[in-house]
């Protein structure tokens, strides 16, 4: 009876012990500011039917706006991910529940593509909706390049030497290189094949089985096959009726592993994703200054609450891939769906004065993305808790300590100090 009386009084002590210590953090932190680095919303694929459809037994369906551009349906979709986020970012205290946002407490920095520039708009409209919109900026289109924050090779930095690519890509294929991108490696592409042909009488064209490279030819195709789905259509019209979520998550291994394996691997990661990563940690570091004096490489002004930034799937997987960042939702380890985030959260101790990051991933699932499904605390988005470099999971994160390591994990020779001079884009009728 001792002995139980005991155990029980321990486990009480140590209950209260967690208790107290989660209000103490919860009493004692406050959200001072939050970065959001985000993929577009659903667009129509980049390549042209007349290209696709030598890939398949029946042409691929019609898109109501022009190739890479954002869908209306995506717009929808993107609105609701705005909504979502101010309940959250009203819940931790860092923007007022409602009412409109002004341009000093948020930043909005988009690539140039139409999509990106139209999904920050959407978003924000979701964020401060019936308000007037907020500049959103980009590099001034009359140059001629690429703004190198998302596409930094190889307009502002020299691309690596193609030697060096394919070593760094066999070596992150390990000793399944043989297999890794045929149909011994990756069975999931027999499914894919039969949804691109499924009447042995009717072989399309370039039928994906001949490539002696499969899975490359692949990705792209499951990546299409997604964003019709995403986009809502008709499901006579998803993979031909033959695709739906299910299906869905059995193809999307197949693109997440082509796709990591161009934009995930160290090589890749680090000609790819250090400026922007360098940028984040520039501008993490002016809203950790005391003084809110302005750091040169901070994308926005010192003192903004909120900076989004709208980039793409390349560079979602670039900084994961750099700095070492791993999410599974729905069932997908590192996915990037249309709309998905990597949030960058600066918390500090009201007492000690310091400062803890804090990393999620977030995404709408497949059927939200569809059915542009309102997100709501009640119900949200998938969300996946990120231990930074430096630090240890499920511990807090000091912010020293994570700007330390992340700062080690940049390649000096891709980043480029200063950001290109911005304009304001305005959103279209």
């Known amino acids: 009876m001792r002995t139980v009386a005991l155990t029980a009084l321990l486990l009480a002590a140590v ?47 019609a898109w109501e706006v ?62 401060a909706p019936g308000c007037d919109p907020l500049p959103v900026n980009t590099i001034a289109l009359e140059r001629g390049v690429r703004d190198p924050l998302f596409s930094p090779t190889s307009g502002t930095f020299p691309a690596p030497s193609s030697e060096a690519v394919e070593a760094d890509r066999r070596a992150s294929m390990g000793s399944d290189a043989a297999n890794y991108l045929t149909l011994s490696g990756n069975p999931e592409l027999s499914e894919l094949a039969h949804i691109l042909a499924p009447d042995h009488a009717r072989p399309p064209a370039k039928p994906i089985l001949d490539e002696a490279r499969p899975l490359a030819a692949a990705s792209s195709l499951v990546e299409d096959l997604l964003l019709e789905y995403t986009d809502g259509k008709p499901a006579n019209e998803v993979g031909w009726g033959h695709v739906d979520d299910a299906v869905l998550h059995r193809l999307m291994p197949l693109n997440i592993k082509a796709f990591g394996l161009v934009t995930r691997t160290p090589l890749a990661a680090r000609s790819e994703a250090s400026n922007l990563v360098a940028h984040i940690l520039d501008t993490l570091e002016q809203a950790a200054e005391t003084g809110a004096a302005a750091v040169p490489g901070a994308i926005g002004p010192a003192g903004t609450r909120l900076v989004y930034v709208s980039g793409h799937d390349s560079n979602l997987c670039g900084v994961g891939g750099l700095l070492g960042l791993h999410w599974t939702t729905g069932g997908l380890t590192d996915d990037t769906p249309p709309d998905s985030q990597i949030v960058f959260e600066l918390w500090q101790d009201r007492k000690s004065k310091q400062f803890s990051v804090h990393l999620l991933y977030r995404a709408q699932s497949f059927e939200q993305l569809r059915m542009a499904l309102p997100i709501t605390l009640a119900h949200p988005p998938a969300e996946f808790v990120l231990t930074p470099p430096g630090c240890t999971a499920a511990e807090p994160c000091s912010f020293a300590v994570f700007d330390h390591a992340a700062h080690a994990l940049l390649d000096p020779a891709y980043v480029k100090a200063d950001l290109l001079p911005t304009e304001s884009a305005k959103p279209t009728p």
């Open 15 to 61: 209950a209260l012990a967690a208790q107290t210590s989660a209000l103490k953090a919860q009493g004692t932190d406050e959200l001072r500011f939050t970065l959001i680095l985000s993929r577009h919303g659903v667009r129509p694929p980049l390549t042209p039917n007349a290209a696709l459809d030598p890939r398949s037994s029946s042409p691929w369906p």
């Open 66 to 127: 022009p190739l890479g551009y954002l869908t209306p349906h995506g717009g929808l979709a993107l609105n609701r991910m705005g909504a979502y986020m101010r309940l959250d970012l009203a819940k931790k205290g860092l923007l007022p529940a409602k009412g409109c946002l002004k341009s000093s407490q948020v930043y909005l920095y988009a690539d140039t593509d139409e999509r990106n520039i139209m999904s920050t708009f959407t978003t924000l409209e979701g964020l």
